[in-house]
């Protein structure tokens, strides 16, 4: 099935005259002025003595944002000029998304002495976010109607469309539109349980990697079920990578909860990954979050030939306990989240520990992964130590001599959050102190996307 058709637009300019009717009406009063010098001059034949100033002359405002049409992942730059000089504007970002939600975000900036605001440079004073940070509405989106439940912003196929406005004293002085989509030339496909054996959708750029074979991804999420990771596997398939996401507990067809979910569930949907056209099957990387880290790392050590890289995120180094239910309402099972050729893998009760005592079988033994890992964490992550179990498998596959081919990015402010990848994308804030987790959950992905893309470019030979 492929997505909705591109629709190009062009982002429009409104010009407002940042003085409005007295600003017309100052300039009339002049030009009257100038005309009777002139008149006054011709009869007494000297010059006028004083031309009027010409930088009071009322100028129009003019906004840009650059590109006007872009991919989520990629920054925009927004500037404004013409506006009155070291005056405080209020600039807002509005948008609907494909649910029909309405997300809105503001701050209050000052102009600088030649009329000039660039939000690249310019400091947030007060508003959806403070401080110097060029994507900071774009970050701080939230839904405009707070009595909802919280939503992460719903992306379709086509191009999204982003308002910017800029207020002096409530009035409006500039406004402009720009458009902003999620996977541009990306092709998605459904796959069943019942036909391959998994549940996924398959994700393929429609120009990138055509007439040559490519590093290809296998991507899944972690304990709350389902298909969570179809918004990275389009962005990474605009990139340039095939990607496969899927879903192993919480989907028709599948277990409802995350209790011995065999290993092979996986190798099935690599060895079909393998096959796809365009896909290189010596460069398959697995790439799993939170509890999805788990079965990266041991599928990786099961099926060498089928794995070249593993990608874990916000990561566990051993084998917990499996849940019952999803999400929110899961909780702890007495069995393995995981099983291999029909036996369960060995797992811990035990939380937050990289070594837990009570059963050491339970440590996933890294060191037999041949392949490049990165590994991602959050210093700030309230799910569990990530950073802790991350540098733990660095530590255990230096130990055995594989260290060069392990890396370690470790953001000290992010969060659990850091696992969503895609950066720029509007999230939800829950709870009174998550406003500031969520912002630097949002810089940490703007850092992380392009670390991400380079350690799959330069392991794979993708850009060669």
């Not at 989106?141 to 002096?168: C, K, M, N």
């Not at 402009?176 to 999620?182: A, G, N, P, V």
Request: glycine residues 10%; charged residues 20%.
């Amino acid at each position: 099935m492929a997505w909705a058709p591109h629709r190009r637009r062009v982002a429009t300019v409104l010009r407002v005259s940042k003085q409005g009717w007295r600003g017309q009406l100052q300039a009339v009063t002049w030009t009257l002025t100038a005309l009777a010098l002139v008149l006054t001059a011709g009869c007494t034949g000297s010059q006028p003595s004083e031309e009027p100033d010409s930088s009071e002359v009322p100028t129009q405002v003019s906004l840009r944002v650059v590109p006007a049409q872009s991919r989520l992942v990629d920054p925009v730059s927004v500037t404004v000029t013409g506006l009155e000089p070291r005056r405080l504007h209020t600039v807002t970002l509005t948008s609907v998304d494909g649910d029909g939600v309405r997300w809105t975000s503001s701050a209050q900036f000052r102009s600088s002495t030649d009329g000039t605001l660039m939000l690249d440079d310019a400091r947030a004073l007060e508003g959806s976010y403070q401080g110097v940070n060029g994507m900071g509405l774009l970050e701080t989106l939230q839904q405009e109607d707070v009595s909802t439940e919280p939503a992460y912003y719903f992306w379709t196929g086509s191009p999204q469309e982003f308002r910017i406005e800029v207020l002096a004293d409530d009035k409006l002085v500039a406004q402009t539109e720009f458009l902003r989509q999620l996977g541009p030339g990306v092709r998605r496909t459904e796959q069943s349980v019942t036909k391959e054996g998994f549940d996924g959708a398959f994700y393929r750029h429609s120009d990138r990697g055509a007439s040559k074979s490519r590093p290809a991804i296998l991507a899944f999420g972690g304990s709350e079920g389902g298909n969570s990771m179809e918004l990275p596997g389009t962005a990474l398939a605009a990139e340039g990578y095939p990607t496969l996401t899927v879903a192993y507990f919480g989907k028709p067809g599948l277990p409802k909860s995350l209790r011995n979910i065999p290993l092979e569930y996986f190798a099935t949907a690599l060895r079909w990954l393998r096959k796809q056209p365009g896909v290189d099957p010596s460069r398959i990387y697995v790439l799993g979050v939170s509890r999805g880290s788990e079965p990266a790392q041991l599928v990786a050590v099961r099926y060498p030939r089928l794995v070249h890289g593993v990608v874990a995120v916000v990561p566990s180094g051993v084998v917990h306990a499996g849940l019952r239910g999803a999400g929110s309402s899961s909780r702890a099972a007495r069995e393995s989240a995981w099983s291999f050729q029909g036996r369960p893998v060995p797992w811990t009760r035990t939380v937050n520990d990289p070594r837990p005592d009570e059963f050491p079988r339970s440590v996933i033994p890294v060191q037999d992964i041949d392949g490049p890992m990165l590994l991602v964490c959050g210093g700030a992550d309230q799910v569990w130590d990530s950073c802790a179990f991350a540098r733990a498998i660095v530590s255990r596959r230096e130990q055995h001599g594989v260290h060069r081919r392990s890396l370690l990015l470790a953001y000290p402010q992010a969060g659990h959050g850091i696992g969503s990848l895609v950066p720029y994308d509007p999230e939800p804030i829950y709870g009174p102190l998550a406003g500031a987790l969520a912002l630097s959950n949002q810089r940490a992905r703007a850092r992380l996307w392009g670390q991400l893309t380079a350690f799959l470019r330069t392991t794979s030979g993708a850009g060669e």
